[in-house]
């Protein structure tokens, strides 16, 4: 295996471990057709952290939505 899949692959769970710890009880699993559940998905861990990210900053900056 290449370097760089590697370091995708420990991106990705960084990504998701600062995702649970900023809110543990969400779930970060991936869920596809049919209702099967997947293992986490870091495309949804870093949506969550760049969510709450834009959230705080708007509330930083006392814009009114």
Same mark, same amino acid.
Request: proline content about 3%.
């Given at each position: #295996?290449?370097?760089?899949? +590697?370091?995708?692959? +420990?991106?990705?769970?960084? =990504?998701? #471990?600062? +995702?649970?710890?900023? #809110? ?5 699993? $991936? ?5 099967? =559940? ?6 949804? $861990? $870093?949506?969550?952290?760049? +969510? =709450?990210?834009? #959230? ?8 009114? =939505?």
């Amino acid at each position: #295996e290449d370097s760089r899949g +590697a370091r995708k692959r +420990a991106n990705d769970m960084r =990504t998701i #471990e600062v +995702a649970r710890r900023v #809110e543990p009880s969400l779930d970060f699993r $991936a869920v596809e057709r049919g209702g099967i =559940t997947r293992s986490d998905s870091p495309d949804k $861990a $870093a949506s969550f952290l760049l +969510a =709450t990210y834009g #959230e705080r900053w708007i509330l930083r900056q006392g814009v009114k =939505t």
